[in-house]
């Protein structure tokens, strides 16, 4: 994406890209926050009043525009009650606020994302979109969702064990009988999604399927975890192709190889898995350079 002098008023690849996200919420979900109620409904109000700017860098507006989505998410989980009598601990509460999936998921399913927003001519009033449609597009939006990182499997657990303080910090047997489990479920899926493990993929083992894969030893791995500088994914990222980038971001997501295939127009989902190969080597050479 291209960085104009206006964007870099913002905290960019932070604030803004929840932009399309605010303007997606419906109308009465809308009003019911006060920073994203302030928002002008056209891009010439918003840019030119700096303290829009302001509010849109503001930590405010983050919480906002999370909890909003989080409460559109909540109604597709199968889960009852309100939304916030659950604990912030809870899995359903860790995967209503998986907002960068979310904004991700909005921008593939329907193309409703930055860029898209900024193309919309400066004085046109930016219409609520309708609350059906919104409904339906949520819906798919979290099918898709529940695929990605065994979600599906963990909130089934969660259904076992209904109780919220199971999964609160303090250790508790409940919470150990649960976390056995999901290790489990997890385990057998195959796949613990890092960034070390989606760029070190081993397509000859047998295990390897297209879903799920197997991934070569550890000590010829790179722990992204214990890396603390977000800086250094970040320059990583940028020697990267906007395609190869995508691809690389789409899988730190959970997403399948023949789901980013159908998205980016390959015929196949082993030219993704080429792409990641072809990642791994830069990202080997950038590490190389960079341990010197």
């Given at each position: 994406?291209?960085?104009?002098?206006?964007?870099?008023?913002?905290?960019?690849?932070?604030?803004?890209?929840?932009?399309?996200?605010?303007?997606f919420?419906?109308?009465?979900?809308?009003?019911?926050f006060?920073?994203?109620?302030?928002?002008?409904r056209?891009?010439?109000?918003?840019?030119?009043?700096?303290?829009?700017?302001?509010?849109?860098?503001?930590?405010q507006?983050?919480?906002?525009?999370?909890?909003?989505?989080?409460?559109?998410?909540?109604?597709?989980?199968?889960?009852?009650?309100?939304?916030?009598?659950?604990?912030e601990?809870?899995?359903?509460?860790?995967?209503?606020?998986?907002?960068q999936?979310w904004?991700?998921?909005?921008?593939?399913?329907?193309?409703?994302?930055i860029?898209?927003?900024?193309q919309?001519p400066?004085?046109?009033?930016?219409?609520?979109?309708?609350s059906?449609?919104?409904?339906?597009t949520?819906?798919?939006?979290?099918?898709?969702?529940?695929?990605?990182?065994?979600?599906?499997?963990t909130?089934?657990?969660?259904?076992?064990?209904?109780?919220?303080?199971?999964f609160?910090?303090?250790?508790?047997?409940?919470?150990?009988?649960?976390?056995?489990?999901?290790?489990?479920?997890?385990?057998?899926?195959?796949?613990?999604?890092?960034?070390?493990?989606?760029?070190?993929?081993?397509?000859?083992?047998p295990?390897?399927?297209?879903?799920y894969?197997?991934?070569v030893?550890?000590?010829e791995?790179?722990d992204?975890?214990?890396?603390?500088?977000?800086?250094?994914c970040?320059?990583?990222k940028?020697l990267?192709s906007?395609?190869?980038?995508?691809?690389?971001?789409?899988?730190?997501?959970?997403?399948?190889?023949e789901?980013?295939a159908?998205?980016?127009?390959?015929?196949?989902?082993s030219?993704?898995?080429?792409?990641m190969?072809?990642?791994?080597?830069?990202?080997?050479?950038?590490?190389?350079?960079?341990?010197?």
């Open positions: 994406m291209t960085h104009t002098p206006l964007m870099s008023k913002f905290a960019f690849d932070n604030n803004l890209i929840y932009l399309p996200f605010a303007y919420l419906p109308e009465e979900l809308y009003f019911r006060p920073t994203l109620r302030k928002l002008p056209t891009l010439n109000e918003l840019f030119s009043d700096e303290e829009m700017i302001d509010l849109i860098n503001s930590d507006f983050l919480d906002d525009v999370w909890d909003a989505i989080a409460l559109l998410v909540f109604p597709h989980t199968g889960f009852r009650g309100k939304f916030f009598d659950y604990e601990h809870s899995p359903v509460w860790v995967f209503c606020y998986s907002h999936l904004m991700q998921l909005l921008a593939l399913e329907t193309g409703w994302g860029d898209l927003v900024l919309i400066s004085t046109t009033y930016i219409k609520f979109f309708d059906d449609d919104i409904k339906e949520m819906k798919v939006l979290v099918n898709i969702g529940l695929q990605t990182e065994n979600f599906a499997e909130l089934d657990i969660m259904r076992e064990y209904p109780c919220d303080e199971d609160r910090p303090a250790l508790s047997n409940a919470r150990i009988d649960f976390y056995r489990k999901w290790y489990h479920v997890r385990t057998k899926a195959g796949v613990m999604l890092s960034l070390d493990d989606n760029l070190f993929i081993d397509e000859d083992n295990e390897y399927n297209g879903d894969y197997s991934i030893p550890a000590d791995r790179v992204f975890n214990n890396i603390i500088e977000e800086d250094y970040t320059r990583f940028k990267l906007d395609r190869d980038r995508q691809i690389l971001e789409m899988r730190e997501l959970g997403l399948t190889f789901y980013i159908e998205k980016l127009g390959y015929k196949t989902h030219a993704v898995v080429k792409r190969n072809a990642i791994k080597k830069v990202f080997l050479e950038f590490q190389d350079k960079n341990n010197r």
